[in-house]
């Protein structure tokens, strides 16, 4: 059968209840709903059932429209954007330090969504971060990089309509630390982040300079970004610098300069993806049943998927009695976010679950369905390598 269900915890949780678990943008923790919810009053992040988006956003947005996205800040200037045919962006990036796994394959998707919704895509390759945390050099993270660009193309990502860079080569980004720099004191960055060696607080002024890439580069325009919740410290660090950033026009009847300021870059926020083999764990590399990449050996895959954590009861006799608790299982939130785009197949899965269907059937479909999108999905990014190896070798402009 399964593991017995159990309320998520902390793994990382001290016992001191005056000690909660803080944001870390690189650390390995998992939240709570309880440290959810803290966090989001704490950081003043608003609640995405709040804002009021149109029904058509929901119906181009699954993480939208299934609530996996629970947070934002200042999401209502997209909404307004798009409603007033304004331009915006999207904003993000990923440190190439390996294959794509589950965890980075939900802020990628993301940005996909949101440019089908009309977004511009601005999307940063953070190999300066990934020398600085996992001291990987600038070569060996260009090839996870052109691997990482091709699953993102497989995903649907429009390259004629996104701006991909390499931050060790992107100028406006690499002087960013200096120009950003100017405003930030160290008291601030520690109040921030934490003490932490100086390097990563130099990474993240660098990354100041992707997320505002946009208007550094382009317009003027409001700009979303879409992260965990691990990754809101960077979010809150560049908002308070906006305010210095601005860009110099002439007004077409005063025939005078004009400083027009920055659009403070709004963000949307996605919950941890737990680990597979324990809903009260995060994906780590130092349990490798947790997590699965796409290039995985499809018997590993397999493998893992079986001994995935689910939301099943004790035995089968409570199991068809009582019916299996979906929001609790690994196996259901990989078809929720990754593997199901079919809405009303995914409903009904859930109430099959809800309905007494027992574990071991459900994963051997389950299992069926996740091999199949995997293999599609490496068999047509065969061709985007070449395409995300000429995009990443492009000088910047």
Known sequence: MSKESKE?????????????????????????????ERLTKEFGIGLIQDVDIPYSMFEKNRFLRRKIIYGHRDFHMIVGALQHEKPWAVMSGIKPSGRFHLGTLITASEIVEFQKMGGYVY??????????????????????????????????????????WMQSREPRVKDMPYTAGRHVTSNMMRAIYGEREFALYMAALVQVGDILMPQLRDDVMPTVVPVGIDQEPHIRLVRDLTRHFSKTTINLETGKEEKIPFFKPAATYHKLLPGLDDINKKMSKSRPNSYFNLGDDPKSIKKKMMGAY????????????LGGIPENCMVFKLLEIHFQPDDAKLQDRYQRCRGGMLCGTCKKEVVKVILDMIQDHNERKKEFIPIAREILSREPY
């Not at 998520?8 to 690189?26: A, G, I, K, M, V």
């Not at 689910?310 to 009695?321: I, M």
């Open 8 to 36: 998520p915890t902390n793994e990382n949780s001290p016992n001191l209840p005056d000690q909660p678990p803080q944001l870390d943008p690189w650390g390995q923790g998992l939240f709570s709903e309880e440290d959810y």
């Open 123 to 164: 999307y940063a390759i953070a190999d300066v971060e990934s020398f600085v945390d996992n001291g990987m050099s600038y070569d060996e993270s260009f090839e996870y990089a052109v691997d990482n660009i091709a699953d993102v193309l497989t995903l649907g990502l429009d390259p004629e309509r996104a701006y991909i």
């Open 310 to 321: 689910t939301g099943g009861r004790a035995n089968r006799e409570e199991q068809e009695k």
